[in-house]
C-alpha cells in the first residue's frame, strides 16, 4: 500500500510546499495576462467584447499590450499622452501613486504582462548570470535616463500648446514620435504586440526583408528588442531592471509605500553563514545590506517574494503600515 503525503507533495525532486509562493504567483500572473489580452479570451470562448473598450483604455495600471480595443498602453501612457496634449491629468496621477502606495510594485511582480513573458524566458534552462555589483548599479541608470528624455520632450509640448500653438505644432512634427507614444516608444510590450506582429507581417506578405529596412529606426529597434529578448533568457528580468520606464516611475514611489518586506534580525543569519536571499533574487539585490524594518533596493523589488520563499530561517516577512 502506497502511502501519499499531501502535506508535503514531491514530484522529481520538486517540493510544493518549498514552492508554494512561486506556484500561486504563476497563477496569478497566467490568469492576468489572460484577463489583460482580453483578445485571447475572445478567440477561446468566441465572443465579443467591445463594450470593455473604455474600460480598457485604463486596465491594467500598469503596462499592457495594445489590441482592436484599445491603443493606449496602461495609465502612465495617458498621463503623458494627455500632458503632451496641454491637459494636467491629476486624478490619473493620483491613481497611479496611491496604487504604487497601496501596493508596493506587487503589480509589476504579478500583474505586468511582459515581466511574466521575462519570467517565462528567465525559466529556460539555460545557465544564469550576473553582472557585477557596480555594472548592476551603473545599468540601473539607463530607465531613469529614458524618464528623463520623456519629461524633457512632453513637458514643453504641454506647456506651449496653451501659449504659443505656432511653436508647439513645429515642436510635434519634429518629436512626432515620442508625441504619438511617450511610453510605447520605449516599451517591450508595444514592441511584441504590436511593432513585432506589423513588422513580421509586412516581412511576410512581401516576401522579404525589406520591410524591415525601409526605415533605419525601425531595424534598430527590431535589433534592439531581439537582443534584449535574448539577454533576459540569461539575465532575469533584463528589461524590467534596466529599460523599463514604468518601473522607473515606480521605484521613485515605492520606498514610501505601505507594503513593506523585513526581515528579522533575531532569525537572520546573515550573507556569510546564509545568503540565500541575495542568491535567489532575479534582481540582483542586495538585500543584506538594507534595512531590517523594509528593504526594496532603492525601489527596485517587485515583490516576487523569491527570498520569503527560499530563505531556510524564515527571517523574511511581508507587512502592511
Request: net charge positive; hydrophobic share 45%; charged share 15%.
Amino acid at each position: 500500500m502506497v502511502e501519499v503525503n499531501f502535506k508535503k507533495l514531491s514530484i522529481n525532486n520538486f517540493s510544493v510546499k518549498n514552492h508554494y509562493l512561486t506556484i500561486v504567483r504563476r497563477f496569478v500572473q497566467i490568469t492576468a495576462f489572460l484577463l489583460i489580452n482580453y483578445y485571447i479570451i475572445e478567440w477561446i470562448f468566441s465572443i465579443n467584447t467591445y463594450g470593455l473598450k473604455g474600460f480598457a483604455s485604463y486596465f491594467p495600471i500598469l503596462q499592457s499590450p495594445r489590441s482592436g480595443l484599445s491603443d493606449e498602453a496602461g495609465i502612465l501612457e495617458i498621463i503623458f499622452f494627455q500632458g503632451v496634449n496641454g491637459i494636467f491629468p491629476f486624478l490619473l496621477i493620483g491613481i497611479f501613486i496611491i496604487m504604487i502606495l497601496l501596493s508596493n510594485r506587487g503589480f509589476c511582480g504579478w500583474i505586468c504582462p511582459i515581466g511574466t513573458i521575462q519570467d517565462a524566458l528567465s525559466a529556460i534552462p539555460v545557465k544564469k548570470k550576473k553582472f557585477k555589483a557596480s555594472t548592476n548599479k551603473s545599468l540601473l541608470k539607463i530607465k531613469f535616463f529614458i524618464i528623463t528624455i520623456i519629461v524633457i520632450v512632453v513637458v514643453p509640448l504641454g506647456i506651449s500648446i496653451n501659449v504659443n500653438p505656432t511653436f508647439y505644432l513645429d515642436y510635434k512634427t519634429n518629436v512626432s514620435l515620442l508625441a504619438d507614444k511617450p511610453i510605447g516608444f520605449f516599451s517591450l510590450s508595444e514592441f511584441m504586440f504590436s511593432s513585432f506582429p506589423d513588422v513580421i507581417t509586412e516581412i511576410w506578405v512581401s516576401g522579404g526583408l525589406g520591410p524591415l529596412f525601409t526605415n533605419p529606426w525601425v531595424f534598430i529597434f527590431f535589433m534592439f528588442y531581439i537582443i534584449i529578448i535574448i539577454l533576459s533568457v540569461f539575465y532575469p528580468r533584463f528589461y524590467c531592471r534596466y529599460f523599463c520606464p514604468v518601473g522607473a516611475f515606480c521605484s521613485m514611489i515605492s520606498e514610501q509605500s505601505f507594503l513593506k518586506i523585513s526581515r528579522s534580525p533575531v532569525k537572520c543569519v546573515g550573507r556569510y553563514e546564509c545568503g540565500v536571499c541575495e542568491k535567489v533574487c532575479p534582481k540582483q539585490i542586495r538585500l543584506l545590506d538594507e534595512p531590517f524594518e523594509f528593504f526594496s533596493g532603492n525601489g527596485e523589488c517587485n515583490l516576487c517574494l523569491k527570498c520569503m520563499e527560499k530563505c531556510p530561517y524564515k527571517a523574511i516577512q511581508i507587512n502592511f503600515g
